[in-house]
Structures are given as structure tokens and as C-alpha cells.
């Protein structure tokens, strides 16, 4: 069959609520500068009430990455459960507005549609309370074989490792887009997500996975130890590519015996680093799937992550298309 998709990503379809934060306000709400921490419905309201006024946007891992892919101009696609409701319905018209392809059908009768509530302190960081809801109903009936089929890139969330019915929706995909002859890539989201999971994913990566994307914390922590060249060396030795960014440092790329460490893109002040890896994947990825150079991919990566991070949201305000051609890239 003809290709249809650049990348297709599956992962936690997501409305973000973003407010800026005191300090005092995540010391007075016990949340923990810097992390992601489930909630559920009851807590959400709780903190949505306290919360500074902000935007909502859509969001999710995911669904942030196949944002920026099309902006780079990709064709893409995506997965992942909504409820029937009306953030669900904002989610849907968000994903179709922006060119992709995104046709799972919505819940009816469960949870509602997931949201993640985000603080955001003056130096940028964001602190992430998140109920999943509708989100963790995504199974391996929702697996899109035609569109996984069809994809270069198939590209999967983390965090859908935890529900024990996305994991078996993993694994739906990956034998599909191993079966087409697609490459597979998995971003691992989040520490916690590596420390309860550890097992299980190491052993992923080692059977299906081609590209593995980790920030520094959660390739040390995946492998157990504070050495992060030994940890970059342990990825690299069980996937194909490890592309792991390192904040302001910029990132790591490494595949076989080559290591290539590419700079962050300058940025002149930081408002916000929510989506920044997601952006960094999504460069990558288009790069990867238009046959560019490592290091090229991960120069987009760079360029796409400085981008979003000039701005409150996870998501590209500009054409990161004409930001590359004018850059060069």
C-alpha cells in the first residue's frame, strides 16, 4: 500500500489547563516543583478552583509531538480515546485543525476527557497534576491497523505503559508496524513512568522498539545509575537510536559507534518547558522520516523545543516549517 503518514502516534489525548505559579502556591498545595503526579477527578476540581487564570489548550505527549510534526509541514496521524464531552469534542476539532489524521472513535457512558492542570513558576518549570480518565480506556480495539500500517514512523507514549490494556494496544501496534516493515519509536515520558515499568520496558525496547527518546533523569534512572554517558551507552546498545536531550546542554544522539551532541537552539527568555520534549521528538521525527542526517534531526529537535518554550503551551505558534527553512534546517 502507498504510504499515507510521515509519523503515527499513539499515547493520552489530553486537554491542558497551563496557569502561572508562585512558589508558595505549589508549597501551600503540597505539589512537588517539577513532577507529574496522577490525580483523580475529585482532586482535579479541588486544584482547577485554586488555580491562577490561564489557557487550556490540547495536549498530551503524544498528541503535542504530532502538533509539531505537522507544523514541520509531516503528514501525520493519531490515537487516542476522548470521552464524548465537550472537551473531548475541543480535542478532536484541535487535532483536525491542524492537519491530522485522528479518527478514534470518542467514549460514551465512562470517564470524562483527561486533563493535565500546569503550573508554571517564573523560572519556566512546570509542576503537572493529571487525571487521565477517558484517556486510560484506549485498547487494543482502538489499534487503527490501516493507519499504523502505513505510517514510516509508528511513535508511542510512555505514559499509555501503565493501563495494562494500552500496553497490550503497544503491542497490537508494534507487531503491525513490524509486520509493514515500519520503524517504532517510544519516548519514555517520565521517570516515574521508567521506575514502575522498568522491567517491562527494557525488555520493549529490546524486542520492538528502533528509537528511544529519554530525557537525562529518565535514561539514568532506566538503567540505575548516575553516569549518564554509561546510561546513553546502555540505550544506544539495545535500539537502533537513542536521542536524549539534556535541557539547556542540548542532546545526545547516539546509534551504533557514533555519538553526536548537538547544543540547544539560544532562546532569548524561557516562559514555559511544558512540551519541550515533545517538540524535540517531533523535529527528530520529521527529520527521520524525510531520510535526514542524525545530527539534523536533532538540530529540528532543537529548534522545535526552543520554539515552544518562548511561549505558555505545548504547542508550535508559528510555522515551524518556515522557522526551519529560515534557519537553514
Excluded: W
Excluded at 535514561?219 to 535541557?247: H, K, M, N, P, Y
Amino acid at each position: 500500500m502507498t504510504q499515507l503518514f510521515d509519523v503515527a502516534a499513539i499515547g493520552n489525548a489530553i486537554v491542558d489547563v497551563i496557569s502561572p505559579a508562585a512558589e508558595a502556591f505549589l508549597a501551600g498545595e503540597g505539589l512537588a516543583k517539577g513532577s507529574m503526579a496522577l490525580i483523580d477527578e475529585d482532586r482535579g476540581n479541588q486544584l482547577y478552583a485554586r488555580m491562577a487564570a490561564g489557557v487550556e489548550t490540547s495536549g498530551g505527549s503524544a498528541g503535542n509531538t504530532i502538533a509539531g510534526i505537522a507544523s514541520l509541514g509531516g503528514r501525520a496521524a493519531y490515537l487516542g480515546k476522548v470521552a464524548s464531552d465537550q472537551l473531548g469534542e475541543v480535542f478532536i476539532h484541535d487535532m483536525r485543525a491542524i492537519g491530522a489524521t485522528f479518527d478514534t472513535p470518542a467514549l460514551t457512558g465512562g470517564p470524562a476527557t483527561a486533563r493535565c492542570l500546569i503550573n508554571v513558576t517564573p523560572d519556566g518549570e512546570r509542576t503537572m497534576c493529571t487525571y487521565l480518565g477517558a484517556s486510560t480506556q484506549f485498547g487494543a480495539d482502538d489499534v487503527d491497523a490501516a493507519v499504523v500500517e502505513n505510517a514510516a514512523i509508528l511513535y508511542l507514549e510512555g505514559y499509555l505503559f501503565d493501563p495494562e490494556e494500552a500496553r497490550r494496544a503497544f503491542a497490537k501496534a508494534a507487531g503491525l508496524a513490524r509486520g509493514a516493515g515500519r520503524r517504532i519509536a517510544i519516548t519514555l515520558s517520565d521517570a516515574f513512568v521508567v521506575e514502575r515499568h522498568r522491567e517491562a520496558l527494557l525488555g520493549f525496547i529490546k524486542g520492538q522498539v528502533d528509537i528511544v527518546f529519554a530525557n537525562e533523569v529518565e535514561v539514568t534512572a532506566l538503567f540505575q545509575t548516575d553516569d549518564f554517558d554509561a546510561a546513553v551507552a546502555s540505550l544506544a546498545a539495545i535500539t537502533d537510536i537513542a536521542a536524549v536531550t539534556r535541557g539547556a546542554q542540548g542532546s545526545v544522539v547516539a546509534s551504533g559507534a557514533s555519538t553526536h551532541a548537538v547544543p540547544a537552539e539560544p532562546v532569548e527568555k524561557v516562559v514555559d518547558t511544558t512540551g519541550a520534549g515533545d517538540q524535540y521528538a517531533a523535529g527528530f521525527l520529521f527529520g527521520l522520516s524525510q531520510g535526514r542526517a542524525l545530527p539534523d534531526c536533532a538540530r529540528l529537535g532543537a529548534m522545535a523545543a526552543a520554539e515552544v518554550i518562548s511561549h505558555y503551551g505545548p504547542r508550535p505558534q508559528v510555522s515551524l516549517r518556515d522557522l526551519a527553512a529560515s534557519k537553514g534546517l
